[in-house]
């Protein structure tokens, strides 16, 4: 990851704003976080895996935050102390939720379509992220968050403060209130399990190799695939070990035998008419899909379809199921 943020000093408006909101003035307290507010989401995102998750977390934090100010007495910056204070909010949201998951690890993939696919409504799902400033878009890319997942909540937190956001094992240590060895010894840790989960070459390094041209390319052919019942052009815009996972439903699909298999068996013949909107989530390229609802007698919202690229091609389908995603990415939940 490279989306260190540069530590700024406070300029003496932010100090007066300081003072003021440490009277109890809280529209200099806003003032003051608004700023911040867009990357704190995005690092309480990352580490629980949801963004409404990261609403709740980011509004606690700030609410800790604000009850604390007078505390604060200026040794660090205000954005590591707010970092500080959303660091162990998620920590304690991470406690009492657990991790969000993925159908991939919950159990191995199907050879064949499954007609009559469970959902799992019990299950925690890693949710789509709507899409971020150019610097931040490494950090949540899917692959990354899933990984994260995988990491105990002091190996998560190390390893975003230290690889995402630029700070020293020394201030992470200051920040998580622990030794900087226990810092190193969680950051080697973690940066084993997110090795063999996320690939070398990160979506962002891949989406500037292929182009926008051509990724806008793909996105149109899988809409086009869809829409049409294009078996031919589908297949073509995918890898050989290409996976397709829809949570929350449980199976998932691996290689290119059994995605087609899925493929040519529901979406591309028996689901009814579908209609697509090309967006982006994670920080990747992504369609929206909708199908015809004959009751409602309009296209309604299905799922957000967020595609990995390898190469010039689809390695990853991820289609995240539910209208909640299109709210989340402020799509329209229906179209005429």
């Not at 579908?274 to 409602?296: C, K």
């Amino acid at each position: 990851m490279s989306e260190v943020f540069s530590e700024r000093g406070e300029s003496a408006g932010q100090g007066a704003d300081l003072a003021l909101a440490q009277g109890g003035d809280d529209e200099a307290f806003t003032r003051l976080v608004e700023p911040l507010r867009p990357e704190l989401h995005a690092h309480c995102y990352r580490m629980l895996g949801s963004s409404h998750d990261a609403d709740d977390a980011l509004q606690d934090a700030l609410l800790r935050a604000w009850r604390g100010l007078s505390r604060f007495e200026g040794r660090s910056s205000m954005r590591t102390w707010l970092y500080t204070v959303a660091t162990h909010t998620c920590l304690d949201a991470v406690r009492g939720k657990g991790r969000r998951a993925m159908p991939v690890d919950l159990g191995p993939s199907s050879a064949h379509a499954m007609l009559e696919d469970s959902t799992l409504s019990e299950i925690a799902w890693l949710a789509p992220y709507p899409d971020v400033s150019y610097e931040q878009r490494e950090g949540v890319e899917l692959a990354f968050v899933a990984a994260l997942q995988h990491l105990p909540g002091n190996q998560r937190a190390a390893l975003l403060l230290f690889e995402v956001l630029g700070f020293s094992a020394a201030e992470i240590a200051e920040i998580m209130r622990t030794s900087t060895t226990s810092v190193n010894s969680a950051l080697a840790r973690a940066r084993k399990v997110v090795a063999e989960k996320v690939p070398a070459r990160t979506q962002q390094q891949t989406l500037r190799e292929v182009g926008d041209a051509r990724v806008s390319e793909i996105v149109g052919d899988f809409m086009t695939a869809l829409e049409q019942g294009d078996a031919d052009t589908f297949v073509a815009l995918l890898t050989e070990d290409v996976t397709w996972s829809m949570p929350p439903r449980s199976a998932w699909y691996h290689g290119i035998d059994a995605v087609m298999d899925f493929a040519v068996r529901v979406p591309l013949t028996t689901c009814g008419s579908w209609r697509h909107l090309p967006t982006t989530a994670n920080g990747q390229p992504a369609v929206a899909a909708y199908l015809w609802d004959e009751a409602a007698g309009k296209h309604q919202a299905w799922s957000i379809n967020v595609l990995t690229l390898r190469g010039r091609l689809v390695s990853e389908l991820t289609a995240f199921i539910g209208r909640e995603h299109f709210e989340l990415l402020g799509l329209p939940l229906a179209l005429d």
